[in-house]
């Protein structure tokens, strides 16, 4: 029972989390939500046969803020693009830049992080752009989140949640084929 998922929505439909089966039939059979759609599993007791939860629904708002994307070479790799902000180009062995360089109070920050291929990287070693005479393509910042982005992982395995996701797209290869 702990090892399906089941997507939590608000009471006005968006997508809130993701919990485990257990905890979706605690908050149904407490009053706290409701299945707006069931998996094909059912779990049984003694005397009563449940079918169990694929999405359910809170009975009451929850005021939540909006998830934030976590720092990590990963993600300011994604927020580039895979690319090089100094010459634009795609390579596989991208690395960090501090735009202001640590050693003079640069932060590790989504605003002074970016990606460099490793002859941009070394060409402005301790410097600014600007003091190296390189210019950026863009500038960098935090990445705004999606309610796609925090259910992604989950999409593939479970095609009946889609349509809660807004911003949620079908592969292309999948469309093609189709």
Same mark, same amino acid.
């Given at each position: 029972?702990d090892?399906?998922?089941v997507?939590?929505?608000?009471?006005?439909y968006? #997508?809130?989390?993701?919990?485990?089966v257990?905890r979706a039939?605690? +908050? *149904?059979?407490?009053g $706290? &939500?409701?299945?707006?759609?069931?998996?094909?599993?059912v779990?049984r007791?003694?005397?009563?046969?449940?079918?169990?939860?694929?999405?359910?629904?809170?009975v009451h708002?929850?005021?939540?803020?909006?998830?934030?994307?976590?720092?990590?070479?990963?993600?300011?790799?994604?927020?580039?693009?895979?690319?090089?902000?100094?010459?634009?180009?795609?390579?596989?062995?991208?690395?960090l830049?501090?735009?202001i #360089?640590?050693?003079?109070?640069?932060?590790?920050?989504?605003?002074? +992080? *970016?990606?460099?291929? $490793? &002859?941009?990287?070394?060409?402005?070693?301790?410097?600014t752009p600007?003091?190296a005479?390189?210019?950026m393509?863009?500038?960098p910042?935090e990445?705004?989140?999606s309610?796609?982005?925090?259910?992604f992982?989950?999409l593939?395995?479970q095609?009946n949640?889609?349509k809660?996701v807004?911003g949620?797209e079908?592969?292309?290869s999948?469309s093609a084929?189709g």
């Open positions: 029972m090892t399906g998922y997507l939590v929505l608000n009471q006005n968006e #997508p809130l989390n993701v919990c485990n257990r039939m605690v +908050l *149904v059979l407490r $706290k &939500a409701e299945v707006i759609e069931h998996a094909r599993e779990i007791s003694a005397t009563h046969e449940f079918l169990l939860p694929s999405v359910i629904r809170l708002f929850i005021r939540r803020p909006r998830p934030k994307v976590r720092l990590t070479r990963k993600e300011v790799f994604a927020r580039d693009g895979y690319a090089c902000v100094y010459c634009g180009k795609e390579a596989r062995d991208l690395t830049d501090h735009v #360089p640590r050693h003079r109070g640069g932060k590790h920050t989504w605003d002074n +992080l *970016v990606t460099a291929c $490793k &002859a941009c990287n070394h060409k402005k070693a301790g410097r600007r003091e005479g390189m210019t393509r863009r500038q910042g990445p705004r989140v309610l796609y982005y925090a259910f992982s989950y593939g395995a095609p949640w889609r809660f807004p949620w079908p592969p292309a999948a084929a």
